[in-house]
């Protein structure tokens, strides 16, 4: 049934190896999250790769950027300030993360 998945690819998420290519539409572009202002000002970022990847078993759907162009757009136009669980486990000396 799933002889179509892309083969040595595996969920970025969960780590099926159920993976199938496809595209994001006409899209294309990534919008860091910005303040409202900045966001008027703000241009996206080009998806580098035409095919995107989307994870059968969780929904997880990602494509890449360049690097390089990420970094030049947020010294360009900032970033909205923000707080993640990730960026929380980071900064915490001592997560809360139990195994």
């Given at each position: 049934?799933?002889?179509?998945?892309?083969?040595?690819l595996y969920?970025?998420?969960?780590?099926?190896?159920?993976v199938v290519r496809g595209?994001?539409?006409?899209s294309a572009r990534f919008y860091p999250l910005r303040s409202a202002l900045r966001a008027l000002m703000g241009k996206p970022v080009f998806l580098?790769?035409?095919?995107?990847?989307?994870?059968l078993d969780?929904?997880?759907?990602w494509n890449?950027?360049?690097p390089h162009e990420l970094r030049k757009n947020l010294r360009d136009y900032g970033l909205v300030?923000?707080?993640t669980?990730?960026?929380e486990a980071v900064r915490n000396p001592k997560p809360d993360i139990k195994l």
């Open positions: 049934m799933f002889n179509q998945t892309v083969r040595g969920c970025l998420r969960c780590g099926s190896r159920k595209t994001l539409g006409e580098q790769n035409e095919h995107a990847h989307a994870c969780c929904g997880l759907t890449e950027v360049s300030k923000h707080s669980v990730v960026m």
